[in-house]
């Protein structure tokens, strides 16, 4: 396998229900043994409350401030605050701020940012912001999140 460099700005980028998801390795680029991107979360952004049956999650705030809830407990995580999510743990992030929150998310093992390129809508390099999710982009993921082994757990489900 060849070495990967991403410079600032380049790598796949696509919005997935509001987010910006830059992708800095995929599981093309390592085998399959991890993948990781970079996130930028608007205020009121970040997924619903769900769980991974096949890979670790793992979080690194870069900018801003993201409220994980884990198990039901809400934590605040400021710019410099690592979060390791294990496979099987309920967890979820919003950006409860009023400013946008970047982030490095990783799994391993690598595959699901597959999940992000097939419901995503695809942006150009670069790009940090994208328009509010659709109802199609939200029963899109919603229609794809168990073929990737992930149970999103809306509320009132």
């Known amino acids: 396998?060849?070495?990967?460099?991403?410079?600032?700005?380049?790598?796949?980028?696509?919005?997935?229900v509001g987010d910006v998801y830059r992708f800095l390795a995929t599981g093309e680029d390592t085998n399959g043994k991890y993948a990781l991107w970079e996130a930028v979360v608007p205020p009121g952004g970040?997924?619903?409350?769900?769980?991974?049956?096949?890979?670790e999650e793992g979080f690194y705030v870069l900018e801003g401030e993201i409220t994980f809830t884990v198990d039901?407990?809400?934590v605040v995580a400021t710019a410099g605050t690592f979060a390791n999510m294990p496979v099987g743990t309920p967890h979820s992030f919003k950006n409860e701020s009023n400013k946008p929150a970047?982030?490095?998310?990783?799994?391993?093992?690598?595959?699901?940012?597959?999940?992000?390129?097939e419901v995503g809508v695809p942006l150009a390099?670069?790009?940090?912001?994208?328009?509010?999710?659709?109802?199609?982009?939200?029963?899109?993921?919603?229609a794809a999140a168990p073929s990737y082994g992930i149970e999103i757990r809306l509320p009132g489900h």
């Open 1 to 16: 396998m060849a070495p990967t460099i991403r410079t600032p700005g380049t790598g796949g980028t696509v919005a997935v």
């Open 46 to 55: 970040g997924p619903p409350p769900h769980v991974h049956s096949r890979e």
């Open 72 to 74: 039901g407990e809400k």
């Open 102 to 117: 970047k982030m490095l998310i990783s799994v391993a093992p690598a595959g699901l940012e597959r999940m992000f390129f």
């Open 125 to 142: 390099e670069g790009a940090t912001t994208a328009a509010p999710p659709t109802e199609d982009e939200i029963k899109r993921l919603l």
